[in-house]
Nanobody, 113 residues
């Protein structure tokens, strides 16, 4: 069955960095576009970054220049490098397999000022 398992979240101070990982299984990873979303309590889940099968990336304006999405098809893994973290980046971050509509369980990122 399809599984998406995120890791790498944690608590950091503003200005710090984290690298989130999402390990995928149960589908042909290399033919599926992948995305990272985030959600805070009381708000809708928002798209943060996407990466196509060909490696084309797209970012929300709020994270451009600070976040980098990448993928390693040999490892069936998508990454989100988060730099210059801000308190407003605090959220649960979710991995999403676009064409098949599956979500991971989420990983918490907490940024303190």
């Amino acid at each position: 069955q399809v599984q998406l398992v995120e890791s790498g979240g944690g608590s950091v101070q503003a200005g710090g960095s984290l690298r989130l990982s999402c390990a995928a299984s149960g589908f042909i990873f290399r033919i599926i576009a992948m995305a990272w979303y985030r959600q805070t309590p009381g708000k809708e889940r928002e798209s943060v970054a996407t990466i196509t099968t060909g490696g084309t990336t797209n970012y929300a304006d709020s994270v451009k220049g600070r976040f980098t999405i990448s993928r390693d098809n040999a490892k069936n893994t998508v990454y989100l490098q988060i730099n210059s973290l801000k308190p407003e980046d605090t959220a649960v971050y979710y991995c999403y397999a676009v064409q098949i509509g599956y979500w991971g369980q989420g990983t918490q990122v907490t940024v303190s000022s």
